[in-house]
């Protein structure tokens, strides 16, 4: 059971930079979610997708793009890096807003 | 933000002893949820509980939810060294597709 997997696990990207991070679960959930934790912030929501072919915003969406690809993926992209991006990127998913969400063992990404 | 917030931000106690945690939430809710984050790890969910609910035990875990005061508690009993985690509440909202997160609280347990 492989639940969710974030690729990649680290990353250092320069100031300018863009990359993808992709997340895809097996376990057939409607809503995905994109959190960043940094410490003393917890987790907070970028963007989530409650179902195939939707994406909406969350409470930091600024500088970042998302892509819910199919049932299984939601990608996430950032188009030019910025050193206040550093941060633990996790991916999550559940059936809906109001059950249990599994997540990603997350990508450690620093922005230099 | 609509981010709840822990209370206490850390904690350390002897194994054995009980530890609480509090979470207090700004918006109506369905459900409130509680995870565990071991260090450098993904969070793990522990336990939901439904708005209509007041108390939900699982094994050594209690979690208490006031709607009125927009409050949650959770209590680990006997605590082992193993339960030493980030501990986080979570908020469902109606009609709502998304889960937010408070800020954490730090437990550490002595052996």
């Known amino acids: 059971n492989a639940g969710v997997t974030q690729t990649p696990k680290f990353q250092v990207l320069k100031t300018g930079q863009s990359m993808t991070l992709q997340c895809a679960q097996d376990?057939?959930?409607?809503?995905m979610y994109w959190y960043r934790q940094d410490p003393g912030m917890g987790l907070r929501l970028i963007y989530y997708s409650a179902s195939e072919g939707t994406t909406d915003k969350g409470e930091v969406p600024n500088g970042y793009n998302v892509s819910r690809l199919n049932k299984r993926e939601f990608s996430l992209r950032l188009e030019s890096a910025a050193p206040s991006q550093t941060s633990v990127y996790f991916c999550?998913?559940?059936?809906?807003?109001?059950?249990?969400?599994?997540f990603g063992q997350g990508t450690r990404l620093t922005v230099v | 933000s609509q981010q709840g917030e822990e209370d206490p931000q850390a904690l350390s106690i002897q194994e054995g002893e009980n530890a609480t945690m509090n979470c207090s939430y700004k918006t109506s809710i369905n459900n409130l949820q509680w995870y565990r984050q071991n260090s450098g790890r993904g969070l793990v969910h522990l336990i939901l509980i439904r708005s209509n609910e007041r108390e939900k035990h699982s094994g050594r875990l209690r979690v208490t939810l006031d709607t009125s005061k927009k409050s949650s508690s959770l209590l680990i009993t006997a605590s082992r060294a193993a339960d030493t985690a980030s501990y986080f509440c979570?908020?469902?909202?109606?009609?709502?597709?998304?889960?937010?997160f408070g800020t954490g609280t730090r437990l550490t347990v002595i052996p």
């Open positions: 999550a998913s559940s059936n809906s807003g109001n059950t249990e969400a599994f």
């Open positions: 979570a908020t469902g909202s109606w009609g709502a597709n998304n889960l937010f």
């Open positions: 376990m057939n959930h409607n809503s």
